[in-house]
Every structure is written in structure tokens, then in C-alpha cells.
């Protein structure tokens, strides 16, 4: 099985670097930028006591040599227009599209490229991030990836993926609701978005102080409605396993969007949590801890540009 994987940063590198220990057919399609700084020193992973380094297949636009069977889309955001069309070349009449994109616009986007039948619905999670090396620095043995069709239960072309990405360095499984399972994580991750942004630090230090949990309990509060309004209720254990991560004593945890906004780099601040607030609008439902997150971030966004 011939995979593509779209993107070698913190969560798609990390992803396509077990794939390819595992001896998998697997080539990375990156920008010039990153391609060079792969080819100068592999794809390393680092942290947990590993010092591990790859040297990846690499393609650039306009090179993909496809057609693949399976294409993970792992760009974030602002990068997914160039993206689809880089990967354009790729898509043969039977490939299949795994985006690890957060929330849900980037559907209505692969969809009208490629056709809705192609897609599958994925939610990965995993504690990584660049070092400053381009290297991926893991932060954390949390390594999950989750997919099935989205529409219907586990389907016989999931099956058939499962068995070639399960491989060591995370846990795989077949979901039988990819919408739900997606859903649920952009509960976990607007909320994380909204506490350590609005704070400005990590969890441990927010439920440190008087209120801090409290704080937290609240913004997960709204992002679960708007879930559950929008047909995709979280289930209890759910989201006890969301306080007890965004409440842990002593946490050093932040966003992604977090570390994004303070190194100064794009973030995705509309896709996580404008969508997410747009959504709620529609649905008659307040949410102004979301809201107030979101203004934030519009405001910082206005000042790096």
C-alpha cells in the first residue's frame, strides 16, 4: 500500500516516521523549506529518552509520482488550499483522503476537490512539536490515531488501512462514528485553545489559582453544548478524561494554539475556534468564553500582520 503523507511537521512526521520504521511505503509531500532541511538531516524524533532519525522519501509540488492508495492530509489550516492543490496529482480513481486537520471545515474543502467518497474521518492525538532543529521533539507517550468512514460503521476499506498503519509508536483503531469521535476532540481542543490563551499559561499553573478550575469547567461547559446541539453529545467518561487532562496539578500541557500564537507563528485560530463560535451563532447558543478567546486572538492576529 503506497501512503503519501502531506506534511512532515510535529504530528504528520511523527506519524509517517512510525509508518516508515515499520517498513512501510511511505512518502512525505513537503514544501522546498522543509524538504531541504529533511534531506540535510532525516526526520528525527527525540524526548522520552529516544533519539531516533529517519531518512524519509521525499516529493515536492509537482512531483508526487502518484497515483497513492492512501493520502493523510497532516497541513494545518492556512496550508490546506496549497495542499490539495500540490496533492492534486496524487488522487488516483481509488485513493483514499485521511485528513488529521482539528475541527470540520476542512471537509466541505477535500470534498469538493476530491469527492466526499473518498474521505474517511480521522482524529490523531499526539504530544509533539518542532525543536528547533526541524526535528520532532515528543513531549508526552500520549500517540493515538483513530479513523473510520463517516457515514456507517467500520467499513471493509478501513479495515483494510487499519491493518497496514497499525503499527509501534501509537495505538490505531477503527471508530464506528468518525463525526462523533471528531467532534468530541474539537470539544477537547477549543477548550484547551480557550483556557490557555485567554490565561496566557498551562493548565497546572491556571488551576493553581483560586477560580482556575473553575474557569476551565466553564469553557468545557460550552464547547459541550454546542456538541451536543449539533447531534454529537459527549459521552460522561469523555469528558472526565478532558477535565482530568486540563486540570492536572502541575501540568506543563498547552494548546497547540497556544505555543503557535507565542512563538509568533500563524495559527488556527479561526478554523478551532471561529467555526466553532460561527456554529454556536447558528444555533442560537451563547458561548462567551469563546467568543472573548476568539477577539483575543483576532486582536494578536491583527498585530503581527
Known sequence: MRILVVGAGATGGYFGARLAQAGRDV??????GRAAVLRERGL?????????????????AGQPGGPFDVVVVTVKAGGLAGAIADLAPAVGPDTVVIPFLNGMAHLDALAAAFGEDRLLGSVVKV???????GGILQLGPLAEWDLGELRGGPSDRVRRILAEIDVPGYTARAVPDALASMWHKWVFIATAGVVTCLMRGPVGAIVAVPGGADFVYAALAEAVAVS??????????VIAEALGFLTQPGSTFTSSLYRDVTAGLPNEA???LGDFARRAAEMGL???LIDLALMQLRVHEAGRI
Open 27 to 32: 512518502t512525505f509531500l513537503v514544501r522546498g
Open 44 to 60: 528525527r524524533i527525540s524526548g522520552l529518552g529516544q533519539d531516533q532519525r529517519i531518512e524519509p522519501q521525499i516529493v515536492t
Open 127 to 133: 504530544l509533539t512539536t518542532l525543536d528547533d532543529g
Open 228 to 237: 451536543t446541539e449539533a447531534g454529537f453529545p459527549v459521552p460522561d467518561p
Open 270 to 272: 479561526e478554523h478551532i
Open 286 to 288: 451563547e458561548v462567551p
